[in-house]
């Protein structure tokens, strides 16, 4: 039952999507009113919460319609199989471990486990800006488990990202690893979203990050929702989008 919280799926993607097309159908975008397309290409990569898989999180990237998305690369890579000591050591799809649920403030973290996912995803990153890719339009979003390694991952990147959105995260981290956190990583913005009935991922455990991001110096965007359980709402991901398109650098 814990691991159905934790899991939840996202449930309005169906809806969404089913009147975006409707839309779009009904009126047709007219050529002679398209922008020039002078945005350079941007990369969002989307890490998933426990038990969860990349390509079950692809329908996100359909809801992001403006035209400052026409050149994003979008990655929705899948967690290793692991086991898992909050359900009772069974294997499954998971960043790190995680040892308790409700996932609190205080609960224990599993430091060794995160670090090396956070260097897996700093490879990924470095591929894309390898590809030619301006660190500045690099975007790392993650829900639940995946929010989590998205702060633990931006952070500790050496290099200052276009952002990291945490959605129903938590710090993985002890306070020993603010040490490793470069100057350019602390320019990174955070954009941090929570559920103020969340009993997976406690609300407590969301709004103790803003505070820890303060004292370091990192600038942090909290929003509470009422009401919204462990899950992701469109509410949410329309704020993402306006929150990214709102940082994209331009090709001129």
């Not at 829900?143 to 938590?170: D, E, I, M, N």
Request: proline residues 8%.
């Amino acid at each position: 039952m814990k691991l159905m919280l934790l899991v939840k799926p996202i449930v309005v993607f169906t809806i969404t999507l089913s009147v975006a097309i409707f839309v779009v159908l009904l009126f047709p975008e007219n050529p002679s009113s398209r922008e020039p397309d002078s945005m350079a290409r941007s990369f969002v990569l989307w890490l998933h919460g426990l038990g969860d898989s990349g390509p079950a999180n692809e329908p996100i990237k359909t809801l992001f319609t403006s035209p400052e998305f026409r050149n994003t690369k979008w990655l929705f890579p899948s967690a290793p199989s692991n086991p898992v000591t909050c359900n009772y050591g069974a294997v499954m799809p998971s960043w790190f471990d995680i040892h308790e649920i409700p996932v609190t403030a205080d609960s224990p973290k599993d430091e060794s486990g995160l670090l090396k996912a956070v260097q897996n995803v700093h490879a990924t990153i470095d591929k894309e800006i390898a590809s030619g890719t301006n660190p500045s339009n690099v975007f790392v979003c993650g829900f639940s488990q995946g929010g989590a390694l998205t702060l633990a991952s931006v952070l500790l990147y050496p290099k200052t990202l276009g952002g990291g959105a945490v959605f129903s995260g938590w710090v993985p981290f002890n306070s020993s690893i603010i040490e490793r956190i470069t100057p350019e990583a602390k320019r990174t913005p955070i954009l941090w979203s929570h559920g103020m009935a969340d009993r997976t991922v406690l609300f407590e455990a969301g709004q103790a990050g803003p505070p820890f991001l303060e004292k370091i110096g990192v600038s942090c965007e909290f929003k509470a929702y009422p009401g919204l359980s462990h899950s992701i709402n469109n509410e949410e991901l329309k704020n993402l989008e306006s929150w990214i398109k709102a940082r994209l650098q331009s090709s001129s």
